[in-house]
C-alpha cells in the first residue's frame, strides 16, 4: 500500500523569505502522480502544483516549485518570497497512474508566515 | 470556470433528522468524491461516483447515502448521524481518474 509522509507538523517563515516543506512517500508503483494542495483557514482546498512521475523536470507555478526525487521517493515544494497569504495548511498527496480514483493524503503541514 | 459549489455552507443537525448535503460542479468531470475532515486532518475520502455509477465507497456507514442524479450533481444523503460524524464534509471533482481534483468549499456539519 502507498504511503505519504509529511514529517513537519508545522513550519514557520518570514515574508518575503524562502520555505521548504517535506514530504516522502512510498510505492511500488512506477506510473503515478503527486499533488501539493493548500487549505487556507477558509479552509476551501486547493491545487498548488502537479507533477507526473514520469517527468524528470520539476514542476513549476510562479513562487512555487517542487524538488521530485523519485530514486529516495521525495517530494518537496519551495514557496519562494513568502507572503502572508501563503499561511496555511499544505498536503502532500499522491495518486495511482493506473487508473485509479483514490487520492492519498499526508497528514498536513501547517505553515505560519511572520510579517 | 474551475468550481465546485456545495449547499449548505452550515448545517447543524440532530441524530435523528435527516438532511442532505449538495455538491454541484460544471466542468464537464466525469469523476465526483465525497470527503470527509475533522479538524486539522488530511481528508478521508468517502465516495467515488465515476460516470455517474458508484465506483468506491470506503466502508461508510449505512447512516451516510450517496447519490449521483446525473454528471454535474452529487448529494449526500444523512440519517441517523452521531456526534463523532461531526467534521467538513468536502466535494470534489476530477476530469478523470488520471486528473487532479478540484474541492468544494465544504459543509461544516455539527450532530447535536
Known amino acids: 500500500a502507498q504511503t505519504v509522509t509529511q514529517s513537519q507538523p508545522e513550519m514557520s517563515v518570514q515574508e518575503a523569505e524562502t520555505v521548504t516543506l517535506s514530504c516522502t512517500y512510498d510505492?511500488?508503483?512506477?506510473?503515478?502522480?503527486l499533488f501539493w494542495y493548500k487549505q487556507p483557514p477558509s479552509r476551501q482546498m486547493i491545487l498548488v502544483i502537479r507533477?507526473?512521475?514520469?517527468?524528470?523536470q520539476n514542476a513549476t507555478e510562479n513562487r512555487f516549485s517542487v524538488n521530485f526525487q523519485k530514486a529516495a521517493k521525495s517530494f518537496s515544494l519551495k514557496i519562494s518570497d513568502s507572503q502572508l497569504g501563503d499561511a496555511a495548511m499544505y498536503f502532500c498527496?499522491?495518486?495511482?497512474?493506473?487508473?485509479?480514483?483514490?487520492?492519498?493524503f499526508g497528514a498536513g503541514t501547517r505553515l505560519f508566515v511572520k510579517a | 470556470d474551475t468550481e465546485v459549489t456545495q449547499t449548505p455552507k452550515h448545517l447543524v443537525m440532530g441524530m435523528t433528522n435527516k438532511k442532505s448535503l449538495k455538491c454541484e460542479q460544471h466542468?464537464?468531470?466525469?469523476?465526483m468524491y465525497w470527503y470527509k475532515q475533522k479538524a486539522k486532518k488530511p481528508p478521508e475520502l468517502m465516495f467515488v461516483?465515476?460516470?455517474?455509477?458508484?465506483?468506491i465507497n470506503e466502508s461508510v456507514p449505512s447512516r451516510f447515502s450517496p447519490e449521483c442524479p446525473n454528471s454535474s450533481l452529487l448529494n449526500l444523503h444523512l440519517h441517523a448521524l452521531q456526534p463523532e460524524d461531526s467534521a467538513l464534509y468536502l466535494c470534489?471533482?476530477?476530469?478523470?481518474?488520471?486528473?487532479?481534483?478540484?474541492f468544494g468549499p465544504g459543509t461544516r456539519l455539527t450532530v447535536t
Open positions: 470534489a471533482s476530477s476530469q478523470d481518474s488520471d486528473y487532479e481534483q478540484y
Open positions: 510505492t511500488s508503483e512506477s506510473d503515478y502522480y
Open positions: 507533477q507526473e512521475a514520469y517527468k524528470q
Open positions: 498527496a499522491y495518486r495511482t497512474g493506473t487508473g485509479g480514483f483514490k487520492t492519498i
Open positions: 466542468m464537464g468531470h466525469r469523476a
Open positions: 461516483y465515476s460516470y455517474e455509477k458508484l465506483s
